[in-house]
């Protein structure tokens, strides 16, 4: 089991940058695949970027602008925000796939078993 805690959230804006962070705890965390969700008012929760121990995933509307990556060390996963526009407004989750035996990161919300509480970015003009 593991839990997850969000930080780094804020108002920011278009064009700006911010650095999302999620900590876990427990000593087996490279064993997770770990994905950045986000949910804005009236909109279904869509994932933004996954990572595991080899592979990336972004979606369509963040690639180029967002980078993904974890520190195993440290028990954290680390969301750059970099462009961002009033369209990234939203509240920000991490969740935890548990994946021992490797491979690409799942895109299927229904596969992530742990969730964080969220972190509001807001994006300003």
């Known amino acids: 089991q593991v839990q997850l805690v969000e930080s780094g959230g804020g108002l920011v804006q278009i064009g700006g940058s911010l650095r999302l962070s999620c900590a876990a705890s427990?000593?087996?965390?490279?064993?997770?695949?770990i994905g950045w969700f986000r949910q804005s008012p009236g909109k279904v929760r869509e994932l933004v970027a996954a990572?595991?121990?080899?592979?990336?995933f972004y979606t369509e509307s963040v690639r180029g602008r967002f980078t993904i990556s974890r520190d195993n060390a440290k028990n954290t996963v680390y969301l750059q925000m970099a462009s961002v526009k009033p369209e990234d407004t939203a509240v920000y989750y991490c969740?935890?796939?548990?994946?021992?035996?490797?491979?690409?990161?799942?895109?299927?919300?229904?596969?992530?078993?742990?969730w964080g509480q969220g972190t509001q970015v807001t994006v300003s003009s």
């Open positions: 990572i595991s121990s080899t592979a990336t």
């Open positions: 427990g000593s087996v965390f490279y064993t997770y695949n």
């Open positions: 969740a935890a796939d548990w994946k021992p035996t490797g491979g690409p990161p799942t895109t299927r919300r229904d596969d992530y078993d742990y």
